[in-house]
C-alpha cells in the first residue's frame, strides 16, 4: 500500500515535470560567422528543424532564437556556404555560435530551405540581395567589376547614360537614392563621370538594395536605399588580392592583428589613364608652339578595424577616401609667327571630387535578447572647377586674364544608436534614434577679385529621427512588418516634422508560394540639383528651406513570389509611387548661369510612377543568372514648365529587359553574358527656327524621322540595347589563384545614342514664307561607346 502510494505521487511528479517541460522555452543566441575567415556573415538563416520556424542574423551577424526548452535540432544555412546542423538539449538560455565553411563543390540542383535566395521565404519584398561572387562573374566596360552597373540588371533599376553607373528607381531621381557604406552616406556614389562607382567590389562584404517596402529603419530618401557592407578583416590568417586591367589596379589586404581577437582590411584601386597619356603628349609636344598636359584618373581606399573586448563587446573602426582628377592645359608661344598677335597663351581647366567617410562604432549585446549598436560617423563630399586663361600682348605689354571658379560641398556629422530586441519567437522589435549635423557649401567666384557669390552662402541644419519596427507572426503562415520612422529637420529657423509610417505583409499559404504587400511613406530633406543629363558630380546639394518643403513620396506594392522546380525561383511586383514637392530647374535656367540664389531658378511640381516587374532567378548549379523585365511609366508636373502640362521624366522607359547567364564548365573555366534592352530615352528637342514636317536623324547609316518633338522630352531616342560576354580562366598557383579575365563589351558594336545635336544641312535649301533662301536642320544622334575589349590579370593569395 505504501509503495503504491509512493509510485502515485512519483507519476504525479512526472507529469507535472513534463507539462512544465512542454510549457517552458529556452533562448538560444550568438554568433554566424565564416569558419575559414572569422568574419561575421549578414543575414544567415537559422531555424528550428522540426517546426521550419526561425530567424535571421542582424547586420553583424548576432542571432536569437526562442525555441522549447529540452532536445531541439537547429539548422543555420547561408548562401555560398555549406549547411551547419547543431544539437540543442538545455533547460537554461545557451550561446551558440555557427561556424559555416564555404562550399567548394558544386551545389547540387535542388532548392534549399533556408537558403538566402529563396524568395518565397524572404520576408521583405522589392529587395534584391547581391552575392560578391556575382558581382564580380557579370562583364561590364573595361572589365572592372562594379556593384552599381550588376544593380542596374534588376527590374525596376534603371541606368543613366551609356556606359555610366548612376542608378534610376521606379521613377526616382539620382538624389533619392541613399547609398550607404557601413552605415554611413555618401553623396557621390561615382567616379570618372560616373563611369565607374564608389564601392569597390574587393572590399565588400554584402550588398541589399530595397527598392520599396522599405523597413522602418531607414529613411532620408525617396526612392532606394542601396545597403553595402565592407568586409571586417580575416581573424585566422593574412590574406589578399591584386588585379591588373587596361584602365586599372587594385591590391586587397585583410588579416589579423591579434589573432581570432583583432584584425584588419585595406584596399585600394587606382586608374592610370594619365600615366599612359603621358608619352603620347609629351611626342604630340615635342615640335609643336603648343604644349598640352592631361591629369585624368580617380583612387579609391577602403580600410577597416575590428576589435573583439569579449563575446557582448566589439568595436570597428572604418573610413573611405576617394577623389577624382581631370585636368587640362595648354600653353602656346606663336610669337614667332606674328609678332603683332600674342606672345604667350596659357589656357588651364581643371576639376576635382572626393568623398570622405568614417565611422566609428560599437556592438555591445545588453542580454542574449537585447543587442545594440552604437555608432559615431562623418561624411564629406567636395566638387571643385577652375577656368583660367591668360593672353599677353606683346605691344601693349598687356595681360589680359579669364578666371572661374565654381564649387560646392556638402558635409555631416552625426551619432545614432539602434538595438535589435528578440522578445518572444514571434516578435522581433528595432529600434533607435540618431542625430545629424550638416554644412552646406554651395558657391559661385566670376573672378580671382569676387572669390565667393555672396547669394551662396553656407548653411547649417540638424536633423534628427527616431524608429520602431516590430516584425511579428500571425496564424502561423502570415507575417507582419509594421513601423513608423520620425523625422525632425530645422533650417533657416524652420522645422519640418514628418512621420512615415510603414508597413509590409508576407503570407506563405503553401510551401513554394508567398504573396507580399507594402506601403511606405519616404521623406527626403535634400535637393540635388542637376542641369545636365550627366551624373556629373558638380551637380548642387542642397537643403529643404522655408521655400520649399521636404519631398515626400507614398508607395504601394503588391506581389508574389514561386519556388519553380529544377531551382527557378520567379518573383512578380507591381507598384504605384506618388510623390510630391519635388524641384526642378526652370526652362533654360542652372545655376552657374546666373548668380542668383538657386530658389530663384528652381520649380515646385509633383510626379508618379506606376509598373510591374517580372524577375525569373537561377541561383544554385553550374548555369546560374536571371531574367528581368519591367513596365513602367513615369510622369512629372509643374504649373511653368511644359505649359503646366504632364511630360515623360527624362528616364521614363516603357520596356526594360535584362538576361544576365553565367556557366562554370569546370574549376578553371567559367564564362558569362548580359544582354539588354531598354525603350529609348524621354529628351527635349529644342525647337528648330526651321522645322519640317519631317526631322531625319543620323545615327550610323540608318535614318530616323521625327514627326512630333514639341513639349519637354517629347522626343525618343532610338531603343538601346547591348550584349557583353566575358571568360575567366583560372588556375591554383603554390600560394593562391591566378585568373585571367578577357571580356568585351557591346560585342556587336550597336551604336548607341549618347547625345543629340542640330546640324545645317548645306546640301538642301529652300525658301521660307518671306522668300528668304534659308539652310534647314538635320538632327544628329552622336554615338560614345563601339566594342570596347578589355583583359584584367588578377591573384587571389
Known amino acids: 500500500m505504501h509503495i503504491s502510494k509512493n509510485r502515485n505521487i512519483l507519476l504525479t511528479v512526472f507529469i507535472f515535470c513534463n507539462i512544465a517541460l512542454l510549457g517552458q522555452n ?32 542582424n547586420n553583424y551577424g548576432f542571432y536569437s532564437l526562442t525555441v522549447p ?65 556575382q558581382i564580380q562573374k557579370v562583364p561590364v566596360i573595361l572589365g572592372e567589376a562594379d556593384v552599381l552597373k550588376t544593380v542596374q540588371l534588376f527590374p525596376g533599376i534603371q541606368s543613366g547614360l551609356e556606359g555610366t553607373s548612376g542608378i534610376y528607381v521606379r521613377g526616382g531621381s ?52 542601396v545597403d553595402v557592407w565592407m568586409k571586417d ?23 589579423p592583428l591579434i589573432k581570432d581577437k583583432t584584425s584588419f582590411m585595406v584596399s585600394a584601386r587606382r586608374t592610370y589613364a594619365d600615366l599612359i597619356a603621358k608619352p603620347v603628349l609629351a611626342y604630340m609636344n615635342r615640335n609643336s608652339n603648343t604644349k598640352t598636359s592631361l591629369d585624368l584618373y580617380f583612387y579609391d581606399i577602403n580600410a577597416k578595424i575590428s576589435h573583439t573586448f569579449s563575446d557582448r563587446s566589439r568595436l570597428y573602426w572604418s573610413i573611405y577616401n576617394g577623389s577624382d582628377k581631370f585636368a587640362q592645359g595648354e600653353n602656346s608661344d606663336n610669337a614667332e609667327e606674328n609678332r ?36 559615431l560617423s562623418y561624411s564629406k563630399f567636395l566638387f571643385d572647377v577652375e577656368y583660367s586663361n591668360i593672353k599677353t600682348y606683346q605691344e601693349e605689354n598687356l595681360s589680359v586674364k579669364d578666371y572661374y571658379r565654381y564649387y560646392s560641398g556638402i558635409e555631416d556629422i552625426a551619432l545614432k544608436i539602434d538595438f535589435d530586441y528578440f522578445p518572444t519567437q514571434k516578435h522581433t522589435f528595432k529600434f533607435g534614434s540618431s542625430a545629424t549635423r550638416y554644412r552646406f557649401s554651395p558657391g559661385v567666384s566670376l573672378s580671382e577679385e569676387n572669390d565667393t557669390d555672396s547669394s551662396q552662402k553656407d548653411t547649417y541644419a540638424n536633423g534628427f529621427s527616431a524608429y520602431i519596427e516590430d516584425e511579428f507572426s500571425v496564424a502561423g503562415a502570415l507575417t507582419i512588418n509594421m513601423g513608423v520612422h520620425l523625422s525632425l529637420f530645422n533650417v533657416e529657423r524652420t522645422n519640418y516634422f514628418r512621420p512615415q509610417p510603414r508597413v509590409s505583409l508576407h503570407y506563405r499559404p503553401f510551401e513554394n508560394l508567398a504573396f507580399k504587400a507594402s506601403y511606405s511613406r519616404m521623406v527626403q530633406h535634400l535637393h540635388l540639383l542637376n542641369s545636365s543629363g550627366l551624373e556629373l558630380p558638380m551637380d548642387l546639394w542642397v537643403p529643404v528651406t522655408a521655400k520649399y518643403e521636404p519631398p515626400v513620396s507614398d508607395q504601394f506594392a503588391l506581389g508574389t513570389a514561386i519556388n519553380l522546380p529544377n531551382a527557378f525561383n520567379l518573383t512578380v511586383e507591381g507598384f504605384y509611387k506618388g510623390m510630391k514637392n519635388l524641384i526642378e530647374y526652370q526652362e533654360g535656367a542652372s545655376l552657374i548661369s546666373g548668380g542668383r540664389n538657386w530658389e530663384d531658378v528652381v520649380e515646385k511640381g509633383i510626379g508618379w510612377s506606376y509598373g510591374a516587374e517580372f524577375l525569373l532567378e537561377k541561383t544554385i548549379g553550374k548555369t546560374t543568372g536571371w531574367m528581368g523585365y519591367t513596365w513602367s511609366k513615369t510622369e512629372r508636373q509643374f504649373e511653368n514648365i511644359n505649359y503646366g502640362e504632364p511630360f515623360p521624366y527624362k528616364y521614363d522607359r516603357r520596356h526594360d529587359i535584362s538576361l544576365v547567364v553565367s556557366h562554370k564548365f569546370n574549376e578553371r ?17 529644342a525647337p528648330s527656327r526651321y522645322p519640317l514636317t519631317g526631322v531625319p536623324i543620323y545615327a550610323s547609316s540608318i ?22 560576354l566575358g571568360i575567366n580562366f583560372r588556375k591554383k598557383k603554390k600560394h593562391g589563384v591566378r585568373t585571367w579575365n578577357i571580356s568585351a563589351y557591346n560585342v556587336y558594336n550597336r551604336l548607341n545614342a549618347f547625345m543629340l545635336s542640330w546640324r545645317y544641312d548645306y546640301e ?24 570596347i575589349p578589355s583583359v584584367t590579370y588578377s591573384y587571389k593569395f
Not at 517596402?213 to 529613411?219: I, K, Y
Not at 573555366?669 to 528637342?685: E, M
Not at 535614318?703 to 550584349?723: A, E, I
Request: glycine residues 10%.
Open 69 to 133: 526548452a529540452g532536445e531541439v535540432t537547429l539548422v543555420c544555412s547561408f548562401i555560398g556556404y555549406e549547411k551547419q546542423q547543431v544539437e540543442v538539449n538545455s533547460m537554461e538560455d545557451p550561446t551558440l555560435n555557427f561556424e559555416l565553411q564555404p562550399q567548394t563543390d558544386e551545389l547540387e540542383e535542388v532548392v534549399v530551405w533556408g537558403n538566402s535566395e529563396n524568395k518565397v521565404e524572404q520576408k521583405q519584398m522589392s529587395m534584391v540581395t547581391l552575392p560578391v561572387q
Open 669 to 685: 573555366i567559367d564564362v558569362s553574358g548580359t544582354w539588354v534592352y531598354s525603350t529609348g530615352a524621354a529628351v527635349t528637342v
Open 764 to 787: 538642301k535649301r529652300f525658301k521660307d514664307e518671306n522668300g528668304i533662301t534659308v539652310k534647314p536642320k538635320k538632327l544628329y544622334i552622336f554615338s560614345l561607346l563601339p566594342i
Open 340 to 375: 603683332e598677335a600674342t606672345i604667350s597663351a596659357e589656357n588651364d581647366m581643371g576639376m576635382g571630387w572626393s568623398n570622405t567617410v568614417s565611422s566609428l562604432r560599437w556592438n555591445y549585446l545588453l542580454s542574449n535578447k537585447l543587442f545594440s549598436n552604437t555608432s
Open 703 to 724: 535614318t530616323y524621322y521625327v514627326y512630333n518633338f514639341n513639349g519637354r522630352n517629347g522626343f525618343r531616342l532610338p531603343d538601346y540595347h547591348r550584349l557583353d
Open 26 to 57: 529556452i533562448t538560444v543566441s550568438g554568433y554566424v560567422t565564416d569558419k575559414q575567415t572569422g568574419e561575421r556573415l549578414i543575414g544567415a538563416n537559422i531555424f528550428n528543424k522540426s517546426t521550419l520556424k526561425g530567424t535571421s542574423g
Open 174 to 225: 539620382n538624389d533619392q537614392n541613399l547609398f550607404l557604406i557601413d552605415g554611413v552616406p555618401v553623396y557621390s556614389a561615382n567616379h570618372l563621370l560616373g563611369f565607374f562607382s564608389t564601392f569597390n567590389p574587393d572590399a565588400v562584404k554584402s550588398v541589399n538594395v530595397y527598392k520599396g517596402g522599405f523597413p522602418a529603419r531607414f529613411g532620408g530618401r525617396l526612392s532606394s536605399v
Open 233 to 255: 578583416g580575416n581573424l585566422k590568417k593574412l590574406t589578399g588580392s591584386f588585379s591588373i586591367g587596361l584602365i586599372s589596379s587594385k591590391l586587397m589586404l585583410e588579416g
